[in-house]
């Protein structure tokens, strides 16, 4: 499974992105999908996760009723719709997928990784 972000980009506070996660070489629909982010010095952490349903979904608190993660299982997308930015939320942004029974929040559960997009918000 290949994974490519997009959509990051320079906001200020308050805005919002929506960033994409478009797959190819295989189709989504039975991997659990994630995203994380990894802030410059810090260690990768999770933001939010979706079964391969689409059904259940899981956020950080970090980022609870602020981030909406879905999937279209036809277009072989994930998204993750970012609304009320704050410049915490500032890193680099990343796709992920996994075949698993249950769900996870931790990054080496996720076996294909897309390459990151950068979001940077400004205050």
């Known amino acids: 499974v290949q994974l490519q972000a997009s959509g990051g980009g320079l906001v200020q506070a308050g805005a919002s992105l929506r960033l994409s996660c478009v797959a190819s070489?295989?189709?989504?629909?039975?991997?659990?999908m994630g995203w994380f982010r990894q802030a410059p010095g810090k260690e990768r952490e999770f933001v939010a996760a979706?079964?391969?349903?689409?059904?259940?979904?899981y956020y950080a608190d970090s980022v609870k009723g602020r981030f909406t993660m879905s999937r279209d299982n036809a277009k072989n997308t994930v998204y993750l719709q970012m609304n009320s930015l704050k410049p915490e939320d500032t890193a680099v942004y990343y796709c992920?997928?996994?075949?698993?029974?249950?769900?996870?929040?931790?990054?080496?559960?996720?076996?294909?990784w897309g390459q990151g997009t950068q979001v940077t918000v400004s205050s």
């Open positions: 992920a997928a996994r075949r698993g029974i249950t769900y996870s929040d931790y990054d080496r559960d996720y076996d294909y």
């Open positions: 070489g295989r189709t989504l629909s039975r991997y659990d």
């Open positions: 979706v079964r391969w349903s689409g059904v259940i979904t």
